[in-house]
């Protein structure tokens, strides 16, 4: 692993949305920029979500990370990671690693003793990512969702 695989991790602002829309169609879910910054809006002004960013220049992002408190009556509350991506030309050089810690430092200053993730099963190289930092898998689940917008149609 190099010594210094990006010059710095730190939280998202609004003018990363062109830089997380070009990362967040490699993780499979393209949407525009104006998407992506509206979205942008709802989670930087949120004080459950993390949204972290690895940056390799001031104009240029090596991948991201969003963690979100999630509180439940059945167990203590934890902190789930909702998304996270390495730039294709960057993987496996420590940036996934060093976004993960991040969020999990944020979670024990937020009082919160447990990480998870969900993870479709065919994301195999991402199973052992987690595992290799002390994840281990508990249950597989299965997901249902209705679509509320007019004409229906299936979320993803
Ligand atoms: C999963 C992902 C975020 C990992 O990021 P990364 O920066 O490449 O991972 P790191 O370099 O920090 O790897 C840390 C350790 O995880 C393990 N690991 C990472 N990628 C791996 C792979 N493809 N195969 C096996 N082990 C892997 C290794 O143990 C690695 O340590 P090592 O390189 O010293 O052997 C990246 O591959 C990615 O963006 N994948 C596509 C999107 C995705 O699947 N996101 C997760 C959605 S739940």
Same mark, same amino acid.
């Given at each position: 692993?190099?010594?210094?695989?990006?010059?710095? *991790?730190?939280?998202?602002?609004?003018?990363?949305? !062109?830089?997380?829309?070009? /990362?967040?169609?490699?993780?499979?879910?393209?949407?525009?920029?104006?998407?992506?910054?509206?979205?942008?809006?709802?989670?930087?002004?949120?004080?459950?979500?993390?949204?972290?960013?690895?940056?390799?220049?001031?104009?240029?992002?090596? =991948?991201?990370?969003?963690?979100?408190?999630?509180? /439940?009556?059945?167990?203590?509350?934890?902190?789930?990671?909702?998304?996270?991506?390495?730039?294709?030309?960057?993987?496996?050089?420590?940036?996934?690693? /060093?976004? &993960?810690?991040?969020?999990? !430092?944020?979670?024990? @200053?937020?009082?919160?003793?447990? /990480? =998870?993730?969900?993870?479709? &099963?065919?994301?195999?190289?991402?199973?052992?990512?987690?595992? !290799?930092?002390?994840?281990?898998?508990? @249950?597989?689940?299965?997901?249902?969702? @209705? !679509?509320?917008?007019? =004409?229906? =149609? *299936?979320?993803?």
């Amino acid at each position: 692993m190099p010594e210094d695989p990006v010059s710095r *991790i730190r939280r998202a602002r609004i003018s990363d949305a !062109s830089e997380l829309a070009r /990362l967040t169609a490699q993780l499979g879910y393209p949407a525009s920029i104006q998407a992506l910054e509206d979205r942008l809006v709802r989670v930087v002004s949120s004080s459950i979500d993390c949204l972290l960013v690895a940056e390799e220049s001031p104009e240029r992002l090596a =991948g991201w990370i969003h963690g979100f408190r999630v509180q /439940l009556l059945e167990s203590e509350n934890r902190v789930e990671i909702g998304g996270l991506i390495v730039d294709e030309g960057r993987r496996r050089t420590g940036i996934g690693r /060093l976004l &993960v810690a991040e969020l999990e !430092s944020w979670a024990r @200053k937020s009082g919160v003793a447990e /990480l =998870g993730v969900r993870c479709r &099963v065919e994301r195999e190289e991402s199973h052992r990512f987690y595992e !290799s930092l002390g994840l281990r898998a508990t @249950k597989t689940q299965r997901v249902f969702r @209705k !679509s509320l917008a007019n =004409g229906g =149609g *299936i979320p993803n």
